[in-house]
């Protein structure tokens, strides 16, 4: 890390301004990407001291989430991780499941773990592609917004909607998949996402410019992150191997074949390279979950999760009553407490879930990953160049949908 | 075994302990909390590293009312713990684990600004979320989901 640099020692001329200036960046600014803002305190262009502050897309999740029913939680979760939508979904039906001590269906299971895989690979597109533009490399954010858009087509295919999901329910998914939909996943997984990732990986990983860049910008060590709370990519980019996939395997993730990658110094260079090594390994389990995909059905077979078939609710008064009950009052989860956390692209992804037993929860805590990145970047950047702030809050992916809430 | 081992170590100070939904699960007394922290962190044979979460809970109408809930994750043992302390509502006050973890620092601030809960010895308690001059602690639940206030306008 750069020390701050004394200019009256050098014998510059003595008017110029020696102490300390203070600057806002944020709340609304194109580098800051969401409504991040900070307070740094510079001597010339290094950074002595910085104070992040948020709050400004807060929108009462939990206190929302406390007069709705369970169900209707969900679209409210999409708007966590706005670029990943469908690891809230997922995140949340788990825990919720867990209350209840439901065992969904092993077709649900890879269902849930191929729209996981998709989801974290658009979300690492999407952190590089706007980092690198940051860093005036426009060029990878078009080469990764093709592959995107082609896996939004495919999530708008499953659920409906591009960005605001709401694709599972407790015990299962809103929908199963659509015809034909696995090999349109395997076609854009094998013949557009590894090509445009091979083209950003020749533009920059040997890219002396980039390297130069970022290499050194913003490190940490393995017993600092840990110390902050740090997860996901920014953690393993400092060379700690946690990935809940393979530490404390949830759905099937056991049963892939697929390799963590871990970094040393932890900085924006090993944070991207760590991403772009994600990805690939995203496409492996997808091919392997789709290879095993199961026959069945989506869904739990229990009349006090599942909402009855239409057809049925037209025609029998007791699917009828169900459907009302279930819609007005929600799925009855028992009393109780649980703590889940998955492995979304940021980092652990927990949620804490208190039920007195209604329709609704009594309290819902949502872990977000960014959370402690984002109380940790003034430890990333102190020291550095102002410039450096721009290329490091790029490489945390700090979204502002689940840091505020 | 986590909670054996804890019980074992501070026996006057836990309540009780439960592992409903395989959670362990440990309700304590807030007078030595940063003492059992620091002990969940540094026992080699629990090595608590990190600390995931922490919320409150308000239990209105019960008495005590509030409640603290850590989550605490450990890297090597790959377990996890939750621990919960309750607050009584006139005196919501609990020592700061800063010290212990610096990574908790704005959940602390978090659970102060929502719930109102006072983490003494904190370095920089002050709101997080909402803005200064906000009145109330939205999370409690007899603050109303509907209620509106005036938000910050230029200083006078």
């Known amino acids: 890390m750069a020390e701050p640099v004394d200019i009256t020692a050098k014998g510059e001329t003595p008017d110029l301004q020696a102490e300390p200036m203070l600057i806002n960046i944020g709340p609304s600014h194109p580098a800051t990407h969401a409504t991040l803002r900070f307070h740094a305190k510079l001597d010339g262009e290094t950074i002595l001291d910085l104070v992040p502050e948020f709050g400004y897309l807060h929108r009462g999740f939990e206190k929302e989430s406390e007069a709705s029913t369970w169900t209707q939680v969900v679209p409210y979760t999409d708007r966590l991780n706005y670029v990943s939508p469908l690891m809230n979904n997922v995140g949340y039906a788990m825990a919720v499941e867990k209350l209840c001590g439901i065992e969904i269906t092993e077709r649900c299971k890879y269902v849930r773990v191929i729209v996981s895989e998709l989801s974290r690979i658009i979300d690492h597109m999407v952190c590089i592609g706007t980092n690198m533009v940051d860093l005036g490399a426009l060029t990878n954010f078009w080469y990764f917004w093709k592959p995107r858009e082609e896996v939004y087509k495919l999530i708008e295919e499953l659920c409906g909607q591009r960005l605001t999901t709401a694709y599972t329910r407790i015990g299962g998914a809103m929908a199963d998949l659509p015809e034909g939909w696995t090999d349109r996943v395997l076609a854009v997984c094998r013949g557009v996402i590894p090509g445009c990732i091979a083209d950003v990986n020749a533009l920059l990983t040997k890219n002396r410019i980039f390297i130069e860049r970022t290499m050194g910008a913003g490190p940490i060590t393995a017993k600092d992150a840990i110390a902050l709370g740090f997860t996901g990519p920014c953690l393993r980019a400092a060379g700690v191997p946690l990935d809940l996939r393979k530490d404390e395997p949830y759905l099937v993730y056991d049963r892939f074949d697929f390799d963590v990658p871990v970094g040393e110094a932890g900085d924006t260079c090993d944070r991207y390279m760590v991403r772009m090594e994600e990805m690939r390994q995203s496409l492996r389990i997808i091919e392997q979950a789709i290879a095993k995909l199961p026959g069945g059905p989506i869904n739990i077979d229990d009349p006090r999760f599942i909402l009855p078939e239409k057809a049925l609710v037209y025609e029998n008064i007791e699917a009828l009553m169900n459907h009302f009950k279930f819609i007005m009052e929600g799925v009855k989860v028992p009393a109780g407490e649980v703590y889940s956390a998955t492995e979304a692209a940021n980092g652990e992804l927990g949620f804490y879930i208190v039920s007195r037993g209604g329709g609704g929860p009594y309290k819902i805590k949502v872990r977000p990953p960014c959370f402690p990145l984002f109380q940790g970047i003034p430890h990333l950047v102190k020291g550095q160049m102002i410039a450096d702030l721009i290329a490091v809050l790029g490489s945390v992916n700090i979204i502002a949908g689940e840091l505020d809430r | ?156």
Do not use: C
Not at chain 2, 6 to 16: G, H, I, M, N, Y
Not at chain 2, 53 to 80: A, I, M, N, Q
């Open chain 2, 1 to 156: 075994m986590v909670l054996d081992r804890l019980r074992a170590r501070f026996p006057a100070d836990v309540v009780s302990v439960h592992s409903d939904f395989g959670d362990d699960t440990a309700l304590v007394r807030r007078e030595r909390i940063v003492e059992i922290l620091a002990f969940l962190r540094d026992d080699p044979e629990l090595l608590f590293d990190f600390a995931m979460d922490l919320t409150g809970v308000d239990y209105l109408g019960e008495e005590p009312r509030f409640e603290v809930v850590y989550h605490l994750f450990s890297l090597e043992k790959k377990r996890r713990v939750r621990i919960k302390v309750r607050l009584h509502e006139g005196d919501p006050v609990i020592d700061t684990a800063v010290p212990v973890w610096p990574g908790i620092d704005w959940y602390e601030r978090e659970a102060w600004d929502m719930y109102g809960i006072v983490f003494r010895g904190h370095p920089n308690l002050k709101r997080i979320l909402m803005f200064e001059g906000f009145e109330g602690h939205p999370l409690r639940k007899d603050y109303p989901k509907a209620k509106r206030q005036p938000t910050i306008g230029p200083e006078e």
